[in-house]
């Protein structure tokens, strides 16, 4: 089992910024990938980034988030980042951290964290 922890949403006006954080903890050397995936009401899940623990730390991005936001890891601290400059309205969504662990690539979902871009 893995469990992760998100947090660092919150309420930013558009062209702003906001750095999200999802620390892992459990089953964590099972882990093989670790990203993001957000939800705008009445939306789908969609995915928006993540990062490869397995294939020489590669990273992918949605296209509508690249050049924008940007993934990085604190293996000390177990931890997954997504900062994200330039916030636009159609941003607002809640963010969930997501991990797929195991040689099943089982996935493992965070509670969820709120950002809202507005003026």
């Known amino acids: 089992q893995v469990q992760l922890v998100e947090s660092g949403g919150g309420l930013v006006q558009p062209g702003g910024s906001l750095r999200l954080s999802c620390a892992a903890s459990?089953?964590?050397?099972?882990?093989?990938?670790m990203g993001w995936y957000r939800q705008a009401p009445g939306k789908e899940r969609e995915f928006v980034a993540s990062?490869?623990?397995?294939?020489?730390?590669?990273?992918n991005y949605a296209d509508s988030v690249k050049g924008r936001f940007t993934i990085s890891r604190d293996n000390a601290k177990k931890t997954v980042y997504l900062q994200m400059n330039s916030l636009k309205p159609e941003d607002t969504a809640v963010y969930y951290c997501?991990?797929?662990?195991?040689?099943?690539?089982?996935?493992?979902w965070g509670q969820g964290t709120q950002v809202t871009v507005s003026s």
């Open positions: 997501n991990a797929r662990a195991g040689t099943k690539w089982y996935n493992f």
């Open positions: 990062f490869s623990f397995i294939v020489s730390s590669s990273t």
């Open positions: 459990g089953s964590i050397f099972s882990i093989n990938t």
